[in-house]
């Protein structure tokens, strides 16, 4: 059994809090050159429509997601995150229990236990939060990955047409190209 101590406190806790969803796919294209090599293209595609190098990927922001594509992967990342600076403070009486019946050390131990019930108040924010952001997910994800892919789809194409070119000077000489709605007919000497 222990005793319970009113106690009278003034602390704040401050916790920068971050939730995070995210899904992976891979990006298909046709296997015109080695897989690397392809992706290598679309990344400088990418980077060309202005998408922006950080370490080994190209990612862009849209709408609130960011978009990262992974090269050598060729795997394309969405991520919603949301960080957020949290403050709960206490200023006033708490209820500090001491199974020694010591008030002076119920006294002492105070400010460790009002540190420790605002970091759970913390916690159950961010688990709220957390929920909002699945919410926001689920409503906003077919209309984000409608958008990936006209944004991609340019980006594609080009990459294919200029690997069907690289391939075709490989085997000859080129004597035509003809672009016609995306179609990339060339005709090569060999």
């Known amino acids: ?3 319970s101590y009113r106690v009278k406190v003034k602390e704040s806790v401050t916790e920068t809090i971050q939730n995070e969803l995210k899904s992976k796919r891979k990006i298909n ?3 015109l050159m080695p897989a690397e090599q392809m992706g290598q293209m679309l990344g400088n595609k990418l980077l060309q429509k202005g998408w922006a190098q950080d370490e080994d990927c190209v990612t862009t922001v849209l709408d609130g997601f960011e978009l990262k594509f992974n090269p050598k992967t060729q795997t394309l990342d969405i991520v919603l995150i949301q960080v957020e600076e949290v403050v709960r403070e206490v200023d006033g009486l708490i209820d500090v229990y001491d199974g020694n019946y010591d008030e002076a050390r119920a006294n002492s131990i105070a400010s460790d236990v009002a540190k420790s019930n605002l970091r759970g108040e913390i916690r159950s924010y961010q688990q709220k939060k957390q929920r909002a952001l699945q919410d926001q997910w689920k409503e906003q994800m077919p209309e984000v990955h409608k958008k990936v892919e006209e944004l991609l789809e340019d980006a594609l194409l080009s990459t294919h047409q200029e690997a069907l070119r690289q391939k075709a000077s490989g085997l000859g000489e080129v004597v035509s190209e ?10 090569v000497k060999v």
């Open 1 to 3: 059994m222990s005793q």
């Open 29 to 31: 294209m046709l296997p």
């Open 178 to 187: 003809v672009e016609d709605n995306g179609d990339l007919v060339i005709r």
